[in-house]
């Protein structure tokens, strides 16, 4: 939460956009649920996994047959799941995705309107520099 509190206070200041283009606010809620989700993804080692079949022997046969076709050695397999790291395009989704559930848990927190009041915007600022600030036994944590 505290990152996204962050982000989104790093993007009121410095998120730009053309002159006249509408939609301003739903475009910077778009850029920090995906900036969001991508530091959230990105430490959270989700990977993708796959199942696929891979040949580990060959099997002969007992017999050797006068059909070409039987005497050819058949393979054994077994079944190998392997952890797939997710492509640009399909991590970009679901990188919203997670950035809107975070949304969501700041906004049940601390109220819909923590952006626009500033009273709301110095509790998070107070927040997020405690967070950064080492403390006073000089533990750093």
């Known amino acids: 939460?505290?990152?996204y509190m962050a982000v989104r206070l790093w993007a009121g200041l410095r998120f730009q956009q053309p002159p006249g283009k509408p939609n301003r606010a739903k475009e910077l809620t778009y850029f920090v649920?995906?900036?969001t989700g991508k530091f959230v993804s990105a430490n959270s080692g989700f990977s993708k996994t796959t199942t696929e079949q891979q040949i580990i022997g060959w099997e002969r046969?007992?017999?050797?047959s006068s059909i070409e076709s039987e005497n050819a050695a058949r393979p054994i397999t077994d079944t190998v799941t392997k952890k797939v790291r997710l492509s640009?395009?399909?991590r970009a989704g679901i990188n919203r995705a997670i950035g809107a559930e975070v949304r969501s848990a700041v906004e049940h927190a601390m109220g819909t309107k923590w952006v626009s009041n500033h009273t709301l915007l110095a509790n998070a600022s107070d927040a997020l520099s405690a967070l950064a600030a080492p403390k006073a036994d000089g533990s750093g944590n």
């Open 1 to 3: 939460m505290l990152r």
């Open 33 to 35: 649920n995906t900036h």
């Open 61 to 64: 046969p007992y017999i050797i």
């Open 88 to 90: 640009h395009n399909s």
